[in-house]
């Protein structure tokens, strides 16, 4: 039952590439005609030899023998000539729908919400995006049109067979018929084997990028010897995987091979002996051994293609569970425009909790920020500050209640309208392996300028840094940033975050990385432009709070309490001794 559920699930998995296949089948089925003319050829072969041998020699008239002897060769050329064919017809499409699939994929991780992203190991989403295409590429391109030309070939190498002689047929017949058994028995073993293979290979991944990713921190705590130790205990796993993936195909290979040895020799031992009786010619005989022998290969990968086809299906299963993850922030059936772009932000009765969790992380948040106006939200950690800013930009959805901008409710904009609304600059700066100037114009899209590009820079404080950098703008930063320091980091996040002048800017504590003269100089920076847009800024420093016009306390996932700093202070012994911690911890940085 679970052998027959499983072989459903893997059928299913592969007939839902259809549609990538569709357009392309016009030349994928003219590649498997190639290859079965191929084959055609190639079973025709022996019977112009058992002419041959039954004709001019067996006469000893060799006036005929010229034109046979043209034929073998034309049949030669027409099988080398028609696998040419074959290679030239599927190479172009099958690498057309890896990419397809691929560019699929990608698209699709981008419209997934965070929350996915924060459950999967990117390991597992690289080895779908590259391994696993890859071997979904090779069945398209050679294992599905073989095991059906090849099984084809075989039914017509067997009639061919029953032509020459019933009783060579039957002999084939009965050492073919086992292959079915044993295919079965062992394709199931070697399906479960080749999934966990490929899932232990995601792992891998996952882990070569973490200490990648992380290697200043090994090497710094001296914990590399340990990451590799993990390293070497996963890919041992692997490798004991991957021999009892030998281990089970040997086996059926060794039966596949085997078989057809025991129908040549029954040929041989029945042709022998028919020879000697006068009831089978010479020519026969060897035109059967001579089709066994070319049967040989299609009945030899058939261990091969089948082991292709399951590890084809286990890719296209792991293929379609990122597919399948439901895209829940979406864009509205019938979005709605903007009244203006003032830029007033309203939190209305904001609940939201995490999928699977038991409680709430923010419950019942109102806060009103006005047009223009920063407010700067403070609370101890957990108190979902985070959280609350994510909702602005939709990176999370609310559970109820509603976030809106400028009256709209932000789940009836267009996410790519409200997102060049709404800029954020993230508490860890995360920068790609591209150019300064690249990595900033993410901010604002495809019409940034150049001259918008510095005077984000200049706004963030960062000119000066980017000017000393070996090509200025065109400076290629490394994987995250990594060449540059953390402040330098933060600085280009918070230059990409204002380089779209955005109307509405959320701020997760971008002023945590920088030293003291060059928060002093970014905070200066940024109160100019803050006059510009509203702005909610989450604060870990009291000095980030005095940029704000007023201050909302975050406190077990309620707004405690609203107002100026000197009111606060005046006015909530919580929001006292919050500052106060805050002021401790900032001392402790500085010392």
Same mark, same amino acid.
């Given at each position: 039952?679970?052998?027959?559920?499983?072989?459903?699930?893997?059928?299913?998995?592969?007939?839902?590439?259809?549609?990538?296949?569709?357009?392309?089948?016009?030349?994928?089925?003219?590649?498997?005609?190639?290859? *079965?003319?191929?084959?055609?050829?190639?079973?025709?072969?022996?019977?112009?030899?058992?002419?041959?041998?039954?004709?001019?020699?067996?006469?000893?008239?060799?006036?005929? @023998?010229?034109?046979?002897?043209?034929?073998?060769?034309?049949?030669?050329?027409?099988?080398?000539?028609?696998?040419?064919?074959?290679?030239?017809?599927?190479?172009?499409?099958?690498?057309?729908?890896?990419?397809?699939?691929?560019?699929?994929?990608?698209?699709?991780?981008?419209?997934?919400?965070?929350?996915?992203?924060?459950?999967?190991?990117?390991?597992?989403?690289?080895?779908?995006?590259?391994?696993?295409?890859?071997?979904?590429?090779?069945?398209?391109?050679?294992?599905?049109?073989?095991?059906?030309?090849?099984?084809?070939?075989?039914? =017509?190498?067997?009639?061919?067979?029953?032509?020459?002689?019933?009783? *060579?047929?039957?002999?084939?017949?009965?050492?073919?018929?086992? *292959?079915?058994?044993?295919?079965?028995?062992? &394709?199931?073993?070697?399906?479960?084997?080749?999934?966990?293979?490929?899932?232990?290979?995601?792992?891998?991944?996952?882990?070569?990028?973490?200490?990648?990713?992380?290697?200043?921190?090994?090497?710094?705590?001296?914990?590399?010897?340990?990451?590799?130790?993990?390293?070497?205990?996963?890919?041992?796993?692997?490798?004991?995987?991957?021999?009892?993936?030998?281990?089970?195909?040997?086996?059926?290979?060794?039966?596949?091979?085997? =078989?057809? &040895?025991?129908?040549?020799?029954?040929? @041989?031992?029945?042709?022998?002996?028919?020879?000697?009786?006068?009831?089978?010619?010479?020519?026969?005989?060897?035109?059967?051994?001579?089709?066994?022998?070319?049967?040989?290969?299609?009945?030899?990968?058939?261990?091969?293609?089948?082991? &292709?086809?399951?590890?084809?299906?286990?890719?296209?299963?792991?293929?379609? $569970?990122?597919?399948?993850?439901?895209?829940?922030?979406?864009?509205?059936?019938?979005?709605?425009?903007?009244?203006?772009?003032?830029?007033?932000?309203?939190?209305?009765?904001?609940?939201?909790?995490?999928?699977?969790?038991?409680? $709430?992380?923010?419950?019942?948040?109102?806060?009103?920020?006005?047009?223009?106006?920063?407010?700067?939200?403070?609370?101890?950690?957990?108190?979902?500050?985070?959280?609350?800013?994510?909702?602005?930009?939709?990176?999370?959805?609310?559970?109820?209640?509603?976030?809106?901008?400028?009256?709209?409710?932000?789940?009836?904009?267009?996410?790519?309208?409200?997102?060049?609304?709404?800029?954020?600059?993230?508490?860890?700066?995360?920068?790609?392996?591209?150019?300064?100037?690249?990595?900033?114009?993410?901010?604002?899209?495809?019409?940034?300028?150049?001259?918008?590009?510095?005077?984000?820079?200049?706004?963030?404080?960062?000119?000066?840094?980017?000017?000393?950098?070996?090509?200025?703008?065109?400076?290629?930063?490394?994987?995250?940033?990594?060449?540059?320091?953390?402040?330098?980091?933060?600085?280009?996040? *918070?230059?990409?975050?204002?380089?779209?002048?955005?109307?509405?800017?959320?701020?997760?504590?971008?002023?945590?990385?920088?030293?003291?003269?060059?928060?002093?100089?970014?905070?200066?920076?940024?109160?100019?432009?803050?006059?510009?847009?509203?702005?909610?800024?989450?604060?870990?420093?009291?000095?980030?709070?005095?940029?704000?016009?007023?201050?909302?306390?975050?406190?077990?996932?309620?707004?405690?309490?609203?107002?100026?700093?000197?009111?606060?202070?005046?006015?909530?012994?919580?929001?006292?001794?919050?500052?106060?911690?805050?002021?401790?911890?900032?001392?402790?940085?500085?010392?």
């Amino acid at each position: 039952m679970t052998n027959t559920k499983d072989r459903g699930q893997n059928i299913a998995a592969l007939r839902r590439l259809a549609p990538y296949l569709r357009p392309v089948r016009a030349r994928m089925i003219g590649s498997g005609t190639a290859v *079965l003319a191929s084959m055609v050829c190639g079973l025709t072969i022996p019977l112009v030899v058992q002419r041959i041998l039954d004709g001019p020699v067996a006469d000893g008239d060799t006036s005929g @023998l010229g034109w046979l002897i043209a034929a073998v060769g034309a049949l030669g050329a027409g099988e080398a000539l028609f696998f040419f064919i074959r290679r030239r017809l599927i190479s172009g499409p099958s690498t057309r729908i890896e990419a397809e699939l691929r560019d699929d994929l990608y698209r699709h991780l981008q419209r997934l919400p965070i929350s996915f992203h924060d459950r999967w190991q990117s390991g597992q989403l690289l080895s779908r995006a590259v391994s696993d295409l890859s071997t979904l590429r090779r069945f398209i391109a050679f294992a599905f049109i073989f095991l059906i030309v090849n099984s084809l070939t075989l039914v =017509l190498g067997l009639v061919v067979l029953f032509v020459l002689d019933p009783v *060579l047929g039957t002999i084939s017949t009965l050492c073919s018929l086992p *292959l079915v058994l044993i295919s079965t028995l062992y &394709e199931s073993k070697y399906a479960v084997l080749a999934r966990r293979a490929q899932d232990q290979n995601g792992d891998l991944a996952t882990t070569v990028e973490e200490s990648v990713l992380g290697i200043r921190v090994l090497k710094a705590f001296g914990r590399g010897p340990h990451l590799a130790g993990t390293f070497a205990a996963q890919a041992r796993e692997l490798r004991r995987t991957e021999l009892r993936k030998v281990h089970v195909i040997g086996l059926l290979w060794a039966a596949i091979i085997m =078989l057809p &040895e025991i129908a040549i020799g029954g040929h @041989l031992l029945y042709g022998a002996f028919a020879i000697t009786d006068g009831t089978m010619t010479l020519g026969t005989m060897v035109a059967a051994v001579a089709v066994a022998t070319y049967l040989r290969w299609p009945t030899d990968s058939i261990g091969w293609l089948l082991a &292709e086809s399951n590890q084809a299906a286990t890719a296209a299963i792991r293929y379609w $569970e990122v597919r399948d993850a439901p895209v829940t922030i979406t864009d509205p059936d019938r979005p709605r425009r903007l009244p203006s772009a003032t830029g007033h932000l309203r939190f209305d009765h904001v609940h939201f909790a995490y999928p699977g969790s038991d409680g $709430e992380t923010l419950r019942g948040v109102t806060l009103d920020v006005r047009p223009g106006e920063t407010v700067a939200l403070v609370g101890a950690t957990g108190s979902g500050k985070t959280t609350l800013t994510a909702l602005v930009g939709r990176l999370a959805d609310v559970t109820s209640g509603r976030v809106t901008i400028d009256g709209v409710d932000v789940r009836d904009l267009e996410l790519a309208r409200l997102r060049e609304v709404v800029a954020t600059a993230f508490e860890e700066p995360v920068l790609f392996s591209a150019s300064v100037r690249e990595n900033i114009a993410l901010g604002g899209g495809a019409d940034v300028t150049e001259d918008d590009v510095r005077q984000a820079l200049r706004v963030a404080s960062a000119t000066e840094f980017v000017e000393n950098l070996p090509w200025g703008l065109d400076t290629r930063i490394g994987e995250q940033g990594l060449s540059l320091s953390g402040g330098q980091r933060q600085r280009l996040a *918070l230059a990409r975050a204002v380089v779209g002048r955005p109307s509405v800017l959320v701020l997760d504590d971008p002023l945590s990385a920088l030293d003291v003269h060059t928060e002093a100089e970014v905070e200066q920076a940024l109160r100019s432009v803050l006059r510009d847009v509203t702005a909610l800024v989450v604060a870990h420093r009291p000095s980030t709070v005095q940029l704000a016009d007023r201050v909302a306390l975050l406190s077990g996932g309620r707004i405690a309490a609203v107002g100026t700093h000197s009111e606060l202070l005046a006015t909530n012994p919580e929001y006292r001794a919050l500052l106060s911690t805050l002021d401790d911890e900032r001392s402790e940085v500085v010392a």
